[in-house]
């Protein structure tokens, strides 16, 4: 029997799942091997008997818990998918500020009606089996994980970070070109994508297991960012990482 | 009005779709007839408010199209250039002639992947009878097989222009980091050319299902983005087929945004109760600008302005994408006739970072977008706005539901709930989108 698999989503974008469509005729490839019984942006039927779940988005309120814990409780397996999933993404962004200003500056007066709490990864709230990491997720990486899974393996996500690809890519590197990049400590595993398209490393798929930030902090530093601005710069994705340490 | 409410003098029944499917994001209908009155008929949003106004105060001017760009995995591309149109306008920033021509051809390749992917895969299982594009694939493998190419075509002109389907890399502040080669612009231009035929096949295949739209009209008002020299979708006045054109850094005066204590998402009125943004509304306005093969394909349709009906807004769809195709054409022809200047590796615009408010109007795949930053000295972001086509369209959504709902009271309440289901997705919603949208609890 082909394994039954389902995709959720919380607070984000939908561009991971965007992602799973552009998979274009390798989607179709993939229907063969497992059997879709809910994805609410494609379908309309649904059913809570799923073995494998993906997650989109970050819970960004209490009530949501539920739902998650609900999708535990349903799946034998959770991946959570993208940034906002897995390492609470540009969403925590909002967690350093007073969230009852944010709430103000976005609703005004009507502030009260809108629940929200700090943005957190799926993993903050429920066990997660497995991880597709980036803002957005890399469609062969997913492939990959998915592969993985069905043969019962584990995904081989690089431990490493973006500096090694991106010297691979020979690219010029972003401090030489007056660029501040967070590449030095950012998990790698998109082949340095953003660096190859002229910019820099943003940090989307969040830190490795081990970073030296306070190297890369320094280098910062060195390169004329006031300390204030280092820790901005991390601040951009790896929010709920750095403040659970 | 409450003789034509009481058709059925009988009828009693509750439609509730939790989480309508095939839209982006999660959105709500509940209807209530007793005794063949409509009592309760709301759209509500049930998406988890994000605050991404409040998320950019602080950060730096060279950041805030990478974290905006976030609001939405499907219109991304629209939001980074409304981003960079309201910082390049706050700082007096301008680009090349040879950049713009590129933006606008990334905008065409957002306009192609999104109004694909919605007619292609979302609209056409209701039309077909079926509850997804999933036994469609067995089904109709051609029709199926058709609308991945040519969606495959749009992602793959995304890639090429902007590095990226989704979250693109390669626009920012001034210009591009990278560029495409003309060599890649023609490979591209050939491409374009070669699926015409697809195109036709697509057109083909919702004309014959055409009957299928509901016939339903009710009188609105509709706004966008309208210019002397183009279909404008990158820049223009703001149009409305209410009143006269004005410039963008006056969208206030149009969205007027409120918030509905009952249903929640912020929502937006100009001269009526509510009005339309997005395709339809865009071609209401633009008609004589379009190109000449979608103009064929509109009067196939027999879709000429001024159109009331909702659902022609897929239809409308499919003659931007006719639009879409042949204007990329046409920016890759004056590419070339003018010679494609190259530019330095990881290219960076110099910037002079200096004070100031910006907006940045532009038209994404479901409607006027706003984008309106106010920097410091520093060039550090102090407040920001962004109104969503969404939000826009959200009480219009309503009051055709309010208007249709009598309108069909005979049929079974499981059509009722499919055309209501219908209706929602004409407006193709991307309710992630709506940074604004709010939760409400229903008992």
């Known amino acids: ?245 | 009005m409450a003789g034509e409410e009481k058709i059925m003098e009988n009828k009693n029944f509750d439609v509730e779709v939790h989480h309508v499917t095939r839209v982006e994001g999660h959105g709500n209908i509940y209807v209530n007839v007793r005794n063949g009155t409509l009592e309760r008929c709301e759209w509500n949003i049930s998406e988890a408010p994000r605050f991404f106004e409040a998320m950019v105060v602080g950060r730096n001017w060279s950041e805030l199209h990478h974290i905006t760009s976030r609001i939405c995995g499907i219109c991304s591309i629209g939001h980074t250039l409304a981003s960079l149109r309201a910082t390049e306008a706050a700082m007096g920033i301008t680009i090349s002639e040879q950049d713009l021509k590129l933006r606008k051809i990334a905008l065409h390749a957002e306009n192609l992947q999104s109004h694909l992917l919605h007619v292609g895969f979302l609209v056409l299982p209701d039309l077909m009878g079926v509850g997804s594009v999933i036994p469609l694939a067995s089904s109709n493998p051609e029709e199926v097989k058709t609308v991945l190419r040519l969606h495959r075509l749009a992602n793959e002109m995304s890639d090429m222009v902007c590095g990226r389907t989704t979250h693109p890399q390669r626009l920012i502040p001034g210009g591009f980091s990278k560029i495409p080669s003309m060599k890649e612009l023609r490979g591209l231009r050939e491409r374009l050319k070669a699926s015409v035929p697809d195109l036709q096949a697509v057109a083909k295949l919702l004309k014959s299902l055409a009957p299928k739209i509901p016939d339903f009209v009710r009188e609105t008002e509709f706004i966008a983005l309208t210019s002397p020299n183009e279909y404008a979708l990158y820049d223009g006045k703001i149009g409305s087929t209410d009143t006269d054109a004005a410039p963008a850094r006056e969208y206030l005066s149009f969205t007027n945004e409120y918030i509905v204590p009952q249903s929640t998402a912020k929502r937006a009125k100009h001269k009526r109760e509510s009005y339309m943004v997005g395709a339809l509304a865009r071609l209401n306005i633009n008609y004589d600008k379009l190109s000449p093969l979608a103009k064929k394909t509109a009067e196939m349709f027999n879709l000429k302005p001024v159109c009331h009906n909702p659902f022609m807004n897929n239809i409308a769809q499919l003659v931007e994408v006719v639009h879409s195709v042949e204007d990329s054409i046409t920016l890759i022809n004056e590419l070339e006739a003018t010679g494609l200047k190259s530019q330095p590796d990881y290219n960076s615009p110099k910037i002079k970072v200096k004070a100031g408010q910006g907006v940045g109007g532009v038209e994404v795949p479901r409607g006027i977008l706003f984008h309106d930053y106010t920097y410091n000295k520093n060039g550090i972001c102090t407040k920001a706005n962004c109104v969503i086509p969404t939000n826009q369209n959200h009480g219009n959504i309503e009051l055709d539901m309010k208007a249709i709902v009598p309108k069909i009271m005979d049929k079974t309440p499981k059509e009722i709930e499919l055309t209501l289901e219908m209706l929602v997705r004409a407006y193709d919603p991307c309710i992630s989108c709506s940074t604004h949208a709010v939760k409400v609890h229903f008992v």
């Open chain 1, 1 to 245: 029997m082909k394994p039954k698999v389902a995709f959720f989503d919380f607070a984000g974008c939908e561009g991971d799942q965007l992602q799973v469509a552009n998979l274009e005729e390798e989607l179709l490839d993939l229907l063969g091997q497992v059997e879709v019984v809910s994805f609410r942006e494609v379908m309309k039927e649904h059913s809570d008997n799923y073995d494998i779940a993906f997650i989109e988005g970050s819970c960004t309120r209490l009530h949501d818990e539920e739902r998650l814990k609900q999708i535990r409780k349903n799946a034998k397996i959770v991946v959570a998918i993208g940034a906002c999933a897995t390492i609470g993404g540009i969403n925590s962004l909002k967690n350093y500020q007073d969230l009852d200003d944010v709430r103000k500056t976005v609703y005004g007066d009507k502030a009260k009606l809108f629940d929200t709490y700090a943005a957190r990864p799926i993993d903050a709230v429920i066990p997660v089996d497995a991880y597709v990491h980036g803002c957005p997720i890399n469609r062969e990486e997913f492939l990959h994980v998915v592969k993985s899974l069905l043969l019962g393996k584990k995904p081989d996500i690089p431990n490493y970070p973006v500096c090694v690809e991106c010297k691979k890519n020979e690219n010029i590197c972003a401090f030489e070109r007056g660029e501040f990049c967070v590449g030095p400590v950012t998990r790698a595993g998109c082949d340095s994508c953003c660096v190859n398209e002229g910019t820099k490393c943003w940090g989307c798929r969040g830190l490795v297991d081990n970073p030296n930030e306070n190297s890369q902090k320094e280098i910062l530093i060195k390169y004329g960012l006031t300390v204030d601005d280092a820790i901005k710069k991390f601040r951009l994705y790896f929010g709920w990482q750095e403040r659970k340490k």
